[in-house]
Each structure stands twice: as structure tokens, then as C-alpha cells.
């Protein structure tokens, strides 16, 4: 076959093999929830999340919207213009969340997914295969978009009067939206993986620029809780809104294109105009992705088929590690630091949590005191301890799985059950007691628990973590899943680490929850029952020690000695 019947066979568009690959996607997802596998607790408590998420933005953001809409610029009130700031503002949000989303989905579907070693198999186009995996990446970001802005509209429909307009053209923005920020994300998948080759194996550089991002939206979000603060508060926060400020606000949603544009759809603005432009724009982003989709998917392909490339860091030889327990301890902070995913997970959330706690702190306290008239910051602060910290501790929930199939070989050397477990419950302990005394400093020093408090936060703290350690590495010891890959790093979570999370807040809520009300009920009533906090809360720190401890070590050497691994035991 000549290389010009070649082309043509294989260079276009198949589309009755997009629609079988469509076919086997969606047989495989429905599938999913046939088997065991299925992690039906993650599954509602993400719903539970999400749901939670959009009624506290459902709420706040309509008493913001009431207070921005009533904003005055050069002593006129100019509802329309304030319309379109607001909604833009809020779909550029919504665009760069969905861009960030898609880079990393197709990086997924293109770079890792397993299927991608079958495709190259195959009498499968690059084109065939990248529309069949952009329509799948278009339906998951469809939902987004549609809980987005379906959200932001009808919630910003309830603070004004919007026209029939506003209503209709609400599900065609939804429609829209998605192929924008595919179209952007992938022509910026290509520099992104370029970025991730980068910085595969300088692991410190990517530590520290890791967790710099990830503090850097935390601090975004502490002035989005400062925001809600004043909201509940009252309206003192549209003095905020100073003619100087206003003026750059119009600045910057001026140059928030497209987001701009659908806001001026949407407001009514200026519609003509807006809907030439976004025109324009996707057949711009259409024609670009096109251009990029045969280096993508050829790139993709010959990566899946010759795997990692070579170390760009030069290899040192082992210096001897006295003791096995010191060498397995190695192993897993090496482990942990070598993996960038596992390394934000659990190395940049734990250097992180003494901001989380102080910024939630600062917020709550104070709301708490306007609201109430009562002083309760040791009872916080061990609510929030006790729920950042299993936040930071979740990563524990692979305490076996991440191991993989290595975990076979550390079976069959010669050392104890004991050795190999308590390596990692000691290693997690150790960064969790850092993150912990961290934080429990870093309240101390400011103000929001005394000395001594700060010392009894860190304790209990610590306690706790190492509850969730030790119930967390022994069911995932007994519901140990394998990852398939090379690299045996886990892509996604288990049901594992659901229920860690799940018993984390469970544990957060009783019992900050209990010492909370005890201590208002004691403030408000002069009953002097505060120092029940310390008296409850060590008393359910020491038995869930002894519980955790005793899960952890049940008929341990029996199963361990009897572990097949991979999907259970």
C-alpha cells in the first residue's frame, strides 16, 4: 500500500470508529458501577460536597450580589454595568477552573490512560482517536459549565429582574463554554507536559513551587472567608467599594475576554457584538486545536509505547542505612518525594495546614463572638486541628496500596510484620507531628490559644493523627488495590480514602461539636464547666489510641503472612 493510500485511509476522520470508541467508553463507565470497585461512599461524598458547596455559594452570593448591585460610581447606581462585572468576574473563574480541568483531563486521557498502549495497536488515526477522546472531555466539562453557571445565573436571577433573554440564553452559554476551554487547554496540554518532564526528577524545585501554589490559593481563599465574615456581619462591606477601586475593577473585567463577552451576552449589554466575537473566537480556538492534534496524539502514543524516558539526574550510590527500620523509613519518604501527585497530597498539604488552621481561626473566632458573645478558641481550634489534620493524614490511606507490586518483595524478605508497618506509621507521624506543632505554634504566638492550650492542641492533635494513621493503614492493608501501572503510582482515589475522610469529619464535628456547646452552654449559663474540654477530649484521644491500636494489630501476623494482594486478601 502506497504511503498516499495510507494517508487516506488512516488520515481522516472515522467517524463510525469515534462511535464505537464513544461506545466502549460509556460500556466501561457503566460497568464501573456493576463491580466491587466502584467506591460508592467516595461517590456520595463527593455529591455531598458538592451539594454543600453550592448552597453556601448559593446563599452568600446572593446577599453579595444585592450589596455589589447597589455600588454607586460617580454618584449613579448603573445596575447593568455592575451586572457585567460581576458576571464576568465570575465566568473567568469559572473558564480558568475548567482550562486547569481540561489541561490535566487530557493530559489523563492521552499520556497515562492504559487504554492509550491498546490504541497504538490499532488501525486508529490520530484524529479519529483525539475526537473520540475530546467529545468524552466535552460531556464531563458540559456538566461542570452547567452546574457553574447554572448556579451563578439562576442565583443572580433571584437579585434582579432579569428578562426571558437572561433565562434562554443561560443553557447555551453551558453549551458554549466547554469548547473554549477545551479548544485553550489543548493547545496548553503540550507546554504543560513539556513542564511535567521538566521537573519529573527535580524534586525540590517542584516541592517548593508546589506548595507555593497551593499556599497562594489558600491565601485566596482566607480573603474569600474574610468576605463571607462581613457578609454575616452586615453590609460594611460595600464601603469596600471606594470610586478608586471601582475604577479597577472596570479595568481589569475590561481585558477578561471571553468571559467579558458572555457577560455582556448574558447582561444584555451588548449582545450584537458579543456574540460576533465569541464567534470568531471559537473557530479561532477550532482551527488551532486542529493544527495540534496530530503532534498531540503521536507524542502521546510513542510515550505510552516507550514509556519513561532515561534520568536526567545523575545517580549517587546507596550509602549503608543502619537497620532495617531506617532503610524502609527511606523508602518511603523517597517514595513520597520522587512522586509529584503523592507529594502534593500529603508533603505540601502538611507545610500548608498551620496556615489552613490560623486563617480559618482568625475568620471564626470573631464571627462566633459577634454572633454569640462567647469566647470559644481553644474548642475551635481543636476542631480545626483534629479536621486538617485529616485532611493532611489522608494520604495514609495507601499506606500499602502505593507500594504495589514491591509490596511482594518487602513480603519476602526477611523482616518482621511489625517492622514494615510501624516504618510507615512512624514516617506519616513524623510529618504530621511537624504540621501539628506547627500549627499549634503558630496559634500560640498569635494570640488565639495560650501557651499551655497550644501545647494540649499539639498532644491531642497528634493523638488524633495517629488514630487516623493506624485504621487508615490497616483497611487499606485489608482492601489493598495495586496500581497497573509501571510506575505503580495510584491515578486515582480509592474507597479507602473516602472512609478516612468520612471518620476524620465524623471525629472533627462530635467532638468539637461536644466541647463547643458544653463551653457556650458553661459561658452562657457561668455553670464553670470548661474544663470539661480537656477532661473530654483526652479522655476520646487515649481510648480512640487504644481502639485504633488494637484494630491495627487484630490477627496482623496472620494476615499478613496469608496476603495475596492486589484486590484484598
Given at each position: 500500500m502506497s504511503k498516499r493510500t495510507e494517508r487516506g485511509k488512516y488520515g481522516q476522520i472515522n467517524m463510525a470508529k469515534v462511535r464505537a470508541l464513544l461506545r466502549k467508553d460509556g460500556q466501561e463507565k457503566r460497568s464501573a458501577f456493576k463491580t466491587g470497585n466502584f467506591d460508592i461512599v467516595g461517590f456520595i461524598l463527593k455529591v455531598a460536597i458538592a451539594c454543600t458547596i453550592v448552597a453556601l455559594f448559593v446563599v452568600f452570593f446572593g446577599r453579595f450580589t444585592g450589596v455589589y448591585l447597589a455600588v454607586k460610581t460617580d454618584g449613579v447606581t448603573n445596575v447593568t454595568a455592575r451586572t457585567t462585572e460581576l458576571l464576568t468576574i465570575l465566568y473567568s473563574a469559572v473558564i480558568l477552573g475548567m482550562v486547569i480541568g481540561g489541561i490535566g483531563r487530557i493530559g489523563r486521557e492521552l499520556f497515562t490512560a492504559d487504554d492509550?498502549?491498546?490504541?497504538?495497536a490499532m488501525p486508529l488515526n490520530a484524529k479519529t482517536l483525539f475526537v473520540a477522546k475530546l467529545i468524552n472531555i466535552y460531556l464531563s466539562q458540559l456538566i461542570i459549565a452547567f452546574v457553574a453557571v447554572t448556579t451563578i445565573n439562576?442565583?443572580?436571577?433571584?437579585?434582579?429582574?432579569?428578562?426571558?433573554?437572561?433565562?434562554?440564553?443561560t443553557p447555551v452559554v453551558c453549551i458554549l463554554l466547554p469548547l473554549i476551554t477545551i479548544a485553550i487547554s489543548a493547545v496548553l496540554v503540550m507546554p504543560f507536559q513539556m513542564i511535567k518532564r521538566f521537573l519529573r526528577e527535580r524534586y525540590i524545585v517542584t516541592f517548593i513551587l508546589v506548595t507555593a501554589i497551593f499556599g497562594a490559593l489558600f491565601w485566596v481563599y482566607s480573603i474569600v472567608l474574610n468576605g463571607v465574615k462581613q457578609l454575616l456581619l452586615g453590609d460594611s462591606i460595600r464601603w469596600f467599594f471606594s470610586e478608586r477601586v471601582m475604577t479597577a475593577i472596570r479595568s481589569v473585567c475590561g481585558a477578561l475576554y471571553p468571559a467579558r463577552w458572555f457577560a455582556e451576552i448574558i447582561g444584555g449589554e451588548d449582545r450584537v457584538f458579543g456574540w460576533l466575537y465569541l464567534a470568531l473566537l471559537i473557530a479561532a480556538c477550532t482551527a488551532i486545536s486542529l493544527l495540534v492534534i496530530k503532534s498531540i496524539l503521536v507524542r502521546a502514543l510513542q510515550s505510552r509505547n516507550e514509556g519513561y524516558s532515561r534520568s536526567v539526574i545523575k545517580t549517587k550510590s546507596l550509602k549503608k542505612i543502619d537497620g532495617k527500620f531506617g532503610a524502609l523509613l527511606k523508602k518511603e519518604f523517597l517514595m513520597i518525594f520522587r512522586t509529584p501527585s503523592y507529594m502534593f497530597s500529603y508533603l505540601s498539604v502538611a507545610v500548608i495546614m498551620p496556615l489552613m488552621v490560623y486563617f480559618c481561626m482568625d475568620v471564626s473566632v470573631s464571627l462566633i463572638e459577634n454572633l454569640i458573645g462567647v469566647n470559644c478558641n481553644l474548642e475551635l481550634a481543636l476542631f480545626l486541628t483534629i479536621l486538617f489534620g485529616t485532611l493532611t493524614n489522608v494520604f495514609c490511606a495507601t499506606n500499602i496500596s502505593r507500594d504495589g507490586q514491591m509490596f511482594y518483595t518487602i513480603k519476602?524478605?526477611?523482616?518482621?510484620?511489625?517492622?514494615?508497618?510501624?516504618?510507615k506509621i512512624v514516617f506519616c507521624m513524623i510529618v504530621t507531628a511537624v504540621s501539628q506543632i506547627a500549627s499549634a505554634v503558630l496559634l500560640a504566638a498569635t494570640g488565639s490559644v495560650s501557651f499551655l492550650n497550644g501545647v494540649f492542641l499539639a498532644v491531642i492533635g497528634m493523638l488524633f493523627s495517629f488514630v487516623n494513621i493506624a485504621v487508615a493503614t490497616?483497611?487499606?492493608?485489608?482492601?489493598?488495590?495495586?496500581?497497573?501501572?509501571?510506575?505503580?503510582e495510584i491515578k486515582e482515589s480509592s474507597g479507602t480514602v473516602s472512609v478516612v475522610i468520612i471518620i476524620g469529619m465524623v471525629m472533627s464535628f462530635a467532638i468539637g461539636g461536644m466541647v463547643f456547646i458544653l463551653k457556650a452552654f458553661?459561658?452562657?449559663n457561668h455553670t464553670g464547666l470548661g474544663y470539661m474540654t480537656y477532661l473530654i477530649t483526652a479522655g476520646l484521644a487515649i481510648t480512640s489510641v487504644a481502639l485504633s491500636v488494637f484494630y491495627l494489630l487484630f490477627r496482623l501476623d496472620d494476615r499478613y503472612y496469608e496476603f495475596t494482594g492486589g484486590g484484598g486478601i
Open positions: 492509550m498502549k491498546l490504541y497504538a439562576l442565583t443572580f436571577a433571584t437579585q434582579t429582574r432579569a428578562d426571558v433573554a437572561f433565562y434562554l440564553l519476602a524478605l526477611p523482616l518482621n510484620y511489625k517492622t514494615v508497618f510501624f516504618s490497616r483497611y487499606d492493608f485489608n482492601h489493598a488495590s495495586f496500581s497497573t501501572e509501571d510506575d505503580g458553661s459561658q452562657l
